[in-house]
């Protein structure tokens, strides 16, 4: 089955995270991208194919999440734009968000159960069209980087933050990597519980005194421009029967 590809538009991390969790939990959708900001989900939606938008509406500064769903619907009158579901606290916007033609309205706090309904109910609207295969879209200071999954080298969780690793360098990102490898599936591989590796591009498995690391990264000619990623023990033998796996040349296996 398709899953839907969804935005979370959440000014709040900590609501921000659970929604997120929440939808990649049903396994009816992907997350893409979750934003704090109008301004933000505006470049994604610019950026990204997406199918359906969950919007908080009380945002800090600046535009409201209606404001998100009134523009968009202006801008595409013939109905090619995503949906648009509204995750808040408060009921007083229901009218002017059913007038506006979103779909769905959650209240907070959400549940799984919910978040799944209106996932279903979506879905039961017919197949969203695709265009292109799925990017990642992170944070450069104060402007959005949408990045091809070719180019990506791995990712990392550090300190409660995540980061991806790239040919065009180091960014932030606001999913969890649980979310991530559910968005990406095989085309990821968790070497270590802080990372996630595109073995597509890996170069080298050194193992030295019994520690195990992955080198990522564009050749093994120039060091500085990969990276070393450590390989946790307990999947160790795992990362090196899937390196092999689309490998030869090798006599055995040892």
């Known amino acids: 089955m398709t899953r839907l590809r969804a935005l979370v ?8 995270n659970y929604l997120v969790q929440l939808i990649e939990a049903t396994q009816l ?11 933000e989900a505006r470049e994604v939606l610019a950026g990204l194919a997406v199918d359906v938008v969950f919007v908080d509406v009380q945002l800090c500064g600046g535009e409201n999440g209606l404001d998100l769903v009134e523009s968009t619907v202006a801008a595409h009158p013939d109905g090619a734009r995503p949906v648009f ?3 808040t606290a ?3 916007h229901a009218k002017k968000a059913w007038d506006l033609g979103v779909v769905d309205y959650l209240l907070k706090p959400f549940s799984e159960e919910r978040v799944e309904q209106c996932l279903r109910r979506i879905l039961s609207r017919g197949p969203p069209p695709r265009s292109g295969a799925l990017r990642v879209v992170a944070r450069h200071k104060r402007s959005l980087v949408f990045l091809d999954p070719a180019d990506i080298w791995a990712f990392e969780a550090s300190d409660r933050l995540s980061y991806v690793h790239s040919r065009l360098g180091k960014f932030d990102v606001d999913l969890s990597l649980a979310s991530i490898e559910a968005s990406f599936g095989r085309s990821l591989m968790r070497v270590h519980r802080n990372w996630l590796v595109n073995l597509d591009l890996a170069k080298a498995l050194e193992r030295e005194d019994g520690e195990t690391t992955l080198f990522v990264g564009p050749s093994l000619g120039d060091e500085s421009q990969g990276l070393h990623i450590p390989v946790s023990r307990d999947r160790a033998a795992e990362v090196r029967a899937a390196l092999l796996a689309n490998a030869t040349g090798l006599r055995h296996s040892s």
């Open 9 to 16: 538009l959440e000014d709040e991390w900590p609501a921000r």
């Open 29 to 39: 959708a992907e997350v893409v991208g979750a934003v704090a900001s109008v301004g």
């Open 85 to 87: 579901v509204l995750a």
């Open 90 to 92: 408060f009921w007083q």
